[in-house]
């Protein structure tokens, strides 16, 4: 049984919620049954006198199941699966005894709703608890009381950015925000502090339940509510550009409940849940970043039942921004790191970034000064490879330059464990021919991570021909040691990310090379969900940049006799950078005009890129900004380098913030589906290039009526 | 068809709209029966004669809600056969009221109406009434709601009206309205507003500033900018993609003012003028409503007066003056542009910017301080235009007879 039921000499009863063969209690059939059996239990004897709901396992209740969730099609399913859910936690706060919630640790989502219906909420002050409603994360809302509930608790205006954010609080700062109403040491001082409210409290009900109840700070026809509500969409669609709906829905379960009563509001709740649940966005959130996020993190990508020590120590090549964050998380994580660049001082000033980061972190309290100092002591600056003795994995983070690179692979590998592992930050120069310059090419590897370290979640495996299942292995253990996220692609130009995420920025600048208004791309790729606008964007990642390994691109495929298409969009770099000496954000001067904090798109644009006379519709350019990425995947899956669904979905959200809303560049041709995909497709390339072109695996894909999984 | 006469026009002064005003005191009813006393006083009404009353009321909540317009018809003593209805057109709908006795009569089914409107924004704020529109954020986020300042500043940033431009604009509303007070140009229509035990409380406009000078208005800051960096500008901006910024230059010395006052039209057929023994002042040749973009919600006026012109069959030459209501300066600097007008010919004695825009009422308002003029200058042909929220405009011609 998933609940305990166990009544005391003074008439309380505990129920302790242990699911079987679970680390974490989640809500579900399993959990529903035999709580409303419970209930069925109490409302029938009068001599219980007050309930303890608490969990056996460290954490009270995690959250909803989101299997079951997942395949519901229709409105009405959905419906009445959040009414049902409500129902059992009305009857549990009317039962007409005091509940108390007493929580071990983390009560998220539906736990927490769980908790919201208690009418006395204590936590166990541990540091890993946490608190919060993080279903917008997925595309849901709490579909379980928890947007009528917790502004009736706390107010509406607290209880908006925790509905709204998903924002998970440590036990003190739930305490504060009202959520929790005590907080406990451990688990016996958790249950006498229970007991000890029951008996003070024998007629509690929820507030709510009180004819006089007022909302704190209000209902939603208060003056202060009314004038927050006037922006709040506005405010909310500044952030989402109105692409997520969960947040829009929850505004107004917020909105329309407070208006009325809770179980009105309840009932309105479920409503909004269920056109959530069936809708677009949530499938493709649930999709990605909950199914596919979940089985790479556990392994998915890893070569199977292969065992790989896990690295001792590892040596950072290069103490520029890369390495130096790359220092950082390792540090974190434990590791013992060589932080080596060609001097002494360029090795610290390298360090000190993992210092600043330190500090940051101590005054946010994220971390203890003992903590913080065992960190930066286990970063050791150096200016010697004799120092990279006893590393058992080398990432170098050095200039993107075959010789540089070939040369301190050697010098490494001179030094460094003979089983130990080789791995280059390169982000575009193909692994395969890299190693070839190693003595150890099974032993190396591409480790591309992603700016800025400290936090992009994302790190791109790349495996070069000779790269044996073990190197892999052991690379994705300590991706995932170092709390990142590994996808795992095989070698060839700009690998995936690095090759998709250009076809974005150069998607454009050859709009710009059209004669495309600037502001109107730069509001297109905005309208698009991309994270920043193309021209920012290329701004950002610098134009020279993207001259030198375009250049570097020419020049290898020159030598290598291969065909050379050069994107239209070079054009407009090639004159950025070598006429009108445009180089980007860093030399203050790109595509906008930097000064003084002051961020403006430069006026010569339209003197350079004339206007044409008749714009593109914004659709237009969203989609060409779009389908050129999700058919450069293609391309890459076509081509072998990438090789699983999961890894080019997670890689285009985490690795560039391809749109989140359409849960990557994969689950975007799922989304709109094969056939209307391949329809714009063609339509586009008839008018703006061949690049457009639907690859022949997309049509094989359609005739089949499959899709990308 | 029948014709519609205008008998007769009066209106309140406008009270500073805030505690002090000296219309503060005064509910919206009894300003009102101050009005519908002039009235029935000035053309010796047999009021048993008046159909309805219509009346404009953009917050009809508490002291103006359960239709003011029966409710001070009934208060201020008239025949309780005089109906009342009272309607909401945001801005527009003292201008409203009008056109709609006008199609009453023009319709033939009524004889004798009187329109106007009230508003009493001191007492009830603007926004007291909530509305889907702005507090429901599934309607404010499905229509891009943003509040009129937003979309005022953004028709000046998209027209290139500049700071000075607009500042100048609003030095010209204060001294034209400072003039014409002076010179008693209001007169006519103005009634005195006098408390309970008829003591007086305001005879004149109060809330002009006459010494308003562009250096007096450079000091002010502007009013929305704070909340278009919150998240406003981004809203209007995503739907005018080509703009980079809106450039904030409104502020509350060139918008309209936040004021108290009432208004009242009495019209008829001519043969129930007749029968009072009236004398027609003006016909209404034309009027139109319209509906324009509503995120912007201000650029309605020009549209909506090509639309009455049309349907007068008149050409803009054709019109010897114009009120074009001053809710922002930009939103009077582009139905100059659009339609390109004389600026000579427009708010010949200042508008709201410089004496309020007491919202229900402004509009009947602004007719009758045509029709004086045109009388004044003996001229003909006068067009009176206001931009309205949610995204309309409305447009009435009078021709004096």
């Known amino acids: 049984m998933s609940i305990n039921f166990e009544q005391d000499a003074q008439g309380i009863v505990t129920l302790t919620i242990d699911m079987p063969g679970r680390s974490m209690n989640v809500i579900n059939s399993e959990l529903e049954g035999p709580l409303e059996a419970a209930l069925s239990r109490i409302e029938q004897a009068p001599d219980i006198t007050g309930i303890i709901l608490t969990s056996g396992k460290e954490s009270f209740v995690a959250g909803a199941d989101i299997e079951g969730l997942f395949h519901i099609k229709e409105p009405l399913q959905a419906f009445e699966l959040a009414q049902q859910l409500k129902a059992t936690l009305f009857r549990l706060e009317r039962c007409g005894r005091p509940v108390v919630c007493a929580m071990p640790g983390t009560a998220l989502g539906g736990g927490l709703e769980i908790a919201l219906a208690c009418h006395y909420r204590i936590a166990i002050d541990h540091p890993k608890a946490r608190f919060g409603l993080p279903e917008v994360k997925l595309g849901l809302l709490p579909g379980g009381g928890g947007t009528q509930r917790l502004p009736r608790l706390i107010g509406i205006q607290a209880a908006l950015p925790l509905l709204l954010e998903g924002k998970e609080l440590k036990p003190a700062k739930a305490l504060a925000a009202g959520i929790l109403d005590a907080l406990a040491s451990d688990r016996a001082d958790l249950l006498a502090q229970a007991r000890a409210w029951i008996s003070a409290n024998p007629k509690a009900r929820a507030r709510w339940d009180d004819r006089k109840f007022r909302i704190p700070g209000g209902d939603s026809k208060h003056p202060a509510n009314v004038q927050m509500w006037a922006i709040a969409p506005s405010m909310l669609r500044q952030k989402t550009q109105g692409l997520y709906p969960a947040p829009q829905n929850i505004l107004s379960c917020v909105f329309e409940g407070c208006l009325l009563d809770i179980e009105t509001g309840c009932e309105i709740e479920s409503r909004y849940f269920a056109e959530l649940a069936v809708g677009q966005v949530c499938k493709n959130t649930l999709s990605s970043l909950w199914f596919q996020l979940n089985d790479l993190k556990k392994g998915a990508a890893r070569p199977a039942g292969v065992k790989a020590p896990p690295f001792q120590r590892v040596g950072i090549l290069g103490a520029g921004m890369m390495g130096a964050g790359i220092a950082w998380s390792c540090a974190r994580a434990g590791f013992d790191v060589v932080l080596k660049d060609l001097t002494l001082e360029g090795a610290e000033k390298g360090r000190s970034h993992s210092q600043k980061l330190a500090d940051k972190a101590v005054q946010r309290r994220q971390m203890t000064p003992d903590q913080a100092a065992a960190l930066l002591s286990r970063i050791h600056a150096s200016a010697s490879v004799d120092d990279l003795a006893g590393c058992d994995l080398i990432i170098e983070a050095v200039f993107e330059d075959r010789e540089l690179k070939a040369a301190v692979t050697r010098e490494s590998e001179a030094v460094m464990d003979a089983q130990g592992v080789f791995a280059s930050n390169t982000s575009t120069l193909p692994i395969t021919g890299l190693a070839s310059q190693s003595t150890r090419p099974a032993q190396f590897i591409g480790l591309h991570f992603f700016s800025p370290v400290e936090k992009m979640p994302l790190v791109e495996i790349i495996v070069g021909k000779q790269t044996s299942p073990e190197t892999l292995a052991r690379a994705f253990d300590f991706v995932l040691a170092i709390r990142k996220t590994p996808i795992v692609v095989n070698d060839a130009r700009g690998f995936y990310t690095s090759r998709v995420f250009g076809t974005y920025v150069m998607e454009g600048m050859a709009l710009l090379a059209e004669g495309m208004d600037p502001n109107c791309i730069e509001a297109a790729g905005r309208a698009s969900g991309m994270p920043m606008p193309p021209l920012a964007l290329q701004d950002e990642v610098s134009l020279s940049l993207a001259w030198h390994v375009a250049e570097q691109t020419r020049k290898d495929l020159a030598a290598a006799g291969d065909p050379y298409s050069p994107h239209p969009g070079l054009t407009v770099i090639d004159k950025m950078v070598n006429s009108l000496g445009r180089e980007g954000k860093k030399s203050g001067r790109g595509f906008y005009d930097y000064e003084a904090g002051n961020k403006q798109l430069w006026p010569g644009l339209k003197d350079h890129w004339p206007p044409a006379d008749a714009g593109l519709s914004q659709q237009d350019m969203i989609d060409r900004m779009l389908y050129a990425q999700a058919l450069e995947t293609v391309r890459c899956v076509e081509e072998g380098v990438v090789t699983r669904c999961a890894d080019a979905n997670i890689g285009s959200i985490f690795g560039w913030g391809f749109a989140p809303w359409s849960g990557g560049c994969l689950q975007f041709i799922n989304a709109i589906g094969l056939e209307p995909f391949i329809a714009r497709a063609e339509e586009l390339a008839g008018r703006f290039g061949e690049r457009f072109a639907p690859p022949p695996l997309l049509h094989e894909m359609a005739h089949e009526g499959r899709s990308f999984e | ?401």
């Not at chain 2, 659009?338 to 825009?357: P, Q, S, T, Y």
């Not at chain 2, 003029?373 to 021709?399: H, Q």
């Open chain 2, 1 to 401: 068809m029948t014709q519609a006469y205008i008998y007769d026009a009066v209106r309140s002064p406008r009270g500073k709209g805030k505690k002090g005003g000296s219309l503060h005191q005064v509910t919206p009813v009894h300003l009102l029966k101050n009005l519908f006393d002039a009235l029935q006083e000035r053309n010796a009404l047999d009021t048993a004669q008046v159909d309805d009353v219509v009346l404009g009321c953009v917050t009809p909540v508490g002291e103006q809600g359960a239709d003011i317009a029966r409710t001070a018809v009934l208060y201020a003593g008239w025949d309780q056969s005089v109906a009342g209805v009272t309607q909401n057109r945001f801005c527009a709908s003292g201008l409203e009221s009008v056109n709609l006795a006008a199609m009453k009569l023009m319709s033939g089914q009524e004889d004798l109406v009187v329109a106007g409107g009230v508003e009493a924004m001191s007492r009830w704020p603007m926004g007291s009434d909530g509305g889907a529109m702005v507090m429901d954020p599934r309607v404010n986020a499905a229509m891009d709601f943003v509040p009129q300042g937003i979309g005022a500043d953004l028709i000046a940033t998209m027209e290139g009206f500049d700071r000075e431009t607009v500042d100048r604009y609003a030095v010209r509303s204060q001294q034209l309205a400072a003039a014409a007070r002076d010179e008693g140009r209001f007169a006519r229509s103005l009634v005195p507003i006098r408390d309970v035990c008829g003591l007086p409380l305001l005879a004149h406009d109060e809330f002009i500033k006459p010494d308003t000078s562009l250096d007096t208005l450079a000091g002010l800051k502007p009013s929305f900018q704070m909340m278009g960096d919150m998240g406003f500008d981004a809203t209007i901006l995503r739907k005018y993609p080509q703009v980079a910024r809106v450039q904030h230059v409104h502020h509350a010395g060139n918008s309209s003012g936040i004021v108290d006052g009432a208004a009242l039209m009495l019209l008829g057929s001519a043969e129930a003028g007749a029968a009072q023994g009236l004398k027609p002042r003006a016909r209404i040749r034309a009027c139109a409503i319209t509906g324009s973009e509503p995120s912007i919600m201000l650029t309605g006026p020009a549209p909506a007066s090509r639309k009455a012109l049309a349907r007068a069959g008149m050409n803009v030459a054709d019109i010897d003056l114009f009120e074009i209501n001053e809710a922002f300066a930009s939103v009077v600097l582009k139905a100059v542009r659009d339609l390109e007008l004389d600026m000579d010919k427009i708010n010949v004695n200042g508008g709201a910017i410089a004496m309020g825009h007491p919202l229900g009422a402004a509009g009947c308002m602004i007719l009758g301080t045509l029709l004086d003029e045109l009388e004044r200058r003996d001229l003909s042909t006068g067009l009176a235009t206001l931009c309205v929220g949610g995204g309309m405009g409305i447009a009435t011609i009078i021709e004096r007879v």
